[in-house]
C-alpha cells in the first residue's frame, strides 16, 4: 500500500530523476565524441560540433582503419584481454574454490592471501620482476602480474560458500570427486558471479595503459589503451603512419575522436550481453542464513 501514498511517489519521481540526468551526463561525452569523429576538418577545428555531426563524413574511420599501427594495437588489445580474462578467471576460480572447502589452515591461508591486497611490493619491485623474467615486450608482461586478483578470490570463494552443502555431499554420495562437483555444481549456479567478475577483468585490461607503457618499449607492440594514451594525451601523432600532407589536412580531433570511440565501443557491445548477470552476481552470497 505504501506504493500508492503521495510521499513514495514524490520520492520515487525524484529518484527516476536524478538518475536520468546522471546516465545523461555519463552519455552526453561519448555522443560528442562520436560526433566529432564524423564530422569534417574544418567543423571540428572550428570547434562548433555538439552532438551532431557536422559535414558528416567517414574520412577519420577511413585513415584510423588504414593506420597499421592502429590495427596492431587493437589485435594486441582484443589478445591481452582475452587470454588475460581466461588466466585471471581460471586462477580465481581454483583459489576460490579450494578456499571455500574446510581445511586445517584455511583461516591463515586466508589471511596470507588478504594481506597481499593491502600491502604490496611496490612499482620498482614489481618492474624488477618483470626484467629479470625477461618478459618485457611480450604479453606476458601484461597478464601475469594482474592474472590473480585477491578482491574477485575473495567475492567468488563467498558465491561458492553461498552453495547449500546438501548438493555437494550428494553428488560425493554418488561418486563425484572435487574436480567433478566443481564443473557440475558449482560452476553452473555460480554463472552470474563469473560473469561479473569476468566483466571486471575484460574491462580493467582492455582499458589498463600504464602497464604497456611500463614493459613494452616497442610501440609497435603497444595495446589499444597505451597506444592511445600516446597520441591523445601526449600529443604525439607521428606514429599515426598517416602521411604528413594528409595529416595537414585532416583534423587531430577527429582522428583522436574516432580512435576513442573504437576503443570503447567493444566494452559497449559486450556489457549488454552480461548485464543481466550483473546485479545477481554482485549481491549473490552477500546474505547468508
Not at 29 to 44: E, N, R, T
Amino acid at each position: 500500500m505504501y506504493r500508492k501514498t503521495m510521499p513514495y511517489k514524490i520520492f520515487n519521481g525524484c529518484n527516476i530523476l536524478f538518475l536520468g540526468l546522471m546516465a545523461l551526463l555519463c552519455i552526453l561525452p561519448l555522443i560528442h565524441v562520436l560526433a566529432v569523429s564524423f564530422s569534417s576538418s574544418a567543423a571540428a577545428t572550428a570547434n562548433i560540433v555538439t552532438l551532431w555531426p557536422v559535414d558528416f563524413t567517414f574520412v577519420a574511420y577511413q585513415k584510423t582503419f588504414d593506420n597499421p599501427l592502429f590495427l596492431n594495437s587493437l589485435v594486441y588489445a582484443v589478445a591481452r584481454t582475452v587470454s588475460g580474462t581466461l588466466l585471471t578467471m581460471l586462477l580465481t576460480i581454483s583459489a576460490a574454490y579450494g578456499l571455500s572447502k574446510s581445511f586445517p589452515g584455511r583461516t591463515a591461508y586466508s589471511w596470507i592471501i588478504v594481506f597481499t591486497m593491502l600491502f604490496n611490493g611496490g612499482l620498482i619491485p614489481s618492474y624488477m620482476v618483470v626484467t629479470n623474467l625477461q618478459l618485457t615486450n611480450t604479453l606476458w608482461a601484461l597478464i601475469l602480474p594482474s592474472a590473480v586478483s585477491v578482491f574477485n578470490t575473495i567475492l567468488m570463494m563467498q558465491f561458492f560458500r553461498a552453495i547449500p552443502k546438501e548438493l555437494v555431499e550428494a553428488s560425493s554420495i554418488d561418486g563425484a570427486g572435487y574436480f567433478r562437483v566443481l564443473i557440475s555444481i558449482f560452476l553452473p549456479l555460480s554463472l552470474p558471479s563469473i560473469a561479473t567478475l569476468s566483466l571486471f577483468s575484460m574491462v580493467g585490461h582492455w582499458n589498463s595503459w600504464f602497464d604497456g607503457l611500463l614493459y613494452i618499449t616497442d610501440y609497435r607492440k603497444y595495446p589499444l589503451a597505451t597506444f592511445l594514451q600516446t597520441i591523445i594525451q601526449s600529443g604525439d601523432m607521428r606514429n599515426t603512419s598517416i602521411d604528413p600532407s594528409e595529416l595537414a589536412a585532416l583534423s587531430e580531433r577527429t582522428i583522436r575522436s574516432a580512435q576513442i570511440f573504437i576503443g570503447a565501443l567493444p566494452i559497449l557491445l559486450v556489457y549488454p550481453f552480461l548485464q543481466k548477470y550483473f546485479v545477481s552476481g554482485t549481491t549473490m552470497g552477500a546474505v547468508k542464513e
